[in-house]
């Protein structure tokens, strides 16, 4: 059986990471064409992807450039995946530092802002627009040691929800945010989890929350 997914432009930031690599792999094995976005060329060299980009994501013009460009090379993205992201924290609520608040901001929540900014006219006018991103189950029971990391993930859980909004009134694109504990050893079960957002309709999709267990 052909994958839903085959042959529409899916781009994923954080390509390099171990989910990304994993990602970028089911999603051209399902037939997409896979768009990988690092900030490290030596290391998307080794992502499975039809084209591949470095960008600074915390740069708002950088990734309006990285548009054009993805535009210019492929035409207009179907799919957005972010799995740009990072850990800082520890100490209780005194050791939440404003260094860590910072890295954070800009990794978990700014790059997510400026990529779902650049590319959303493509995921409305897309007939299977679709966004996804990874969040933690710290939101819903944040510790004083985590603080600064759940917060971050609440706040980009609330960009998504209204990003889901907007979609909602295109109808054919859609939002999901996958939820782990700890993402490493589900690096699968996400990819299964993405390859698999267009699968379903999109108003089943929509603004839905997942949690992925191993």
């Not at 404003?98 to 007939?127: C, G, I, K, Q």
């Not at 990003?163 to 939002?175: L, S």
Request: proline fraction near 2%; include cysteine; charged fraction near 15%.
């Amino acid at each position: 059986m052909t994958s839903a997914v085959a042959g529409r432009i899916v781009l994923v930031a954080g390509a390099s990471s171990a989910a990304g690599l994993t990602t970028c792999v089911s999603l051209a094995d399902a037939g997409a064409h896979v768009v990988a976005v690092g900030s490290n060329l030596e290391r998307l060299q080794a992502v499975t992807a039809e084209a591949r980009y470095v960008c600074d994501l915390t740069d708002l013009t950088a990734v309006q450039n990285l548009a054009a460009q993805v535009h210019n090379d492929l035409g207009p993205i179907d799919g957005l995946i972010h799995l740009v992201g990072g850990w800082r924290g520890g100490g209780g609520l005194l050791g939440q530092t404003d260094e860590d608040w910072d890295f954070l901001h800009a990794h978990v929540v700014t790059t997510l802002r400026n990529t779902t900014r650049a590319f959303n006219a493509d995921l409305l006018a897309s007939p299977a627009g679709r966004l996804a991103i990874v969040s933690s189950v710290s939101v819903d029971r944040p510790t004083p040691g985590g603080a600064n990391y759940a917060a971050a993930k609440a706040a980009a859980e609330t960009w998504v929800g209204a990003v889901a909004f907007g979609f909602a009134k295109a109808e054919q694109a859609a939002a999901r945010i996958f939820v782990v504990k700890a993402l490493d050893g589900l690096e699968g079960e996400l990819a299964s989890g993405v390859v698999g957002l267009w699968d379903a309709p999109a108003a089943s999709v929509n603004n839905t929350r997942v949690v992925l267990t191993a």
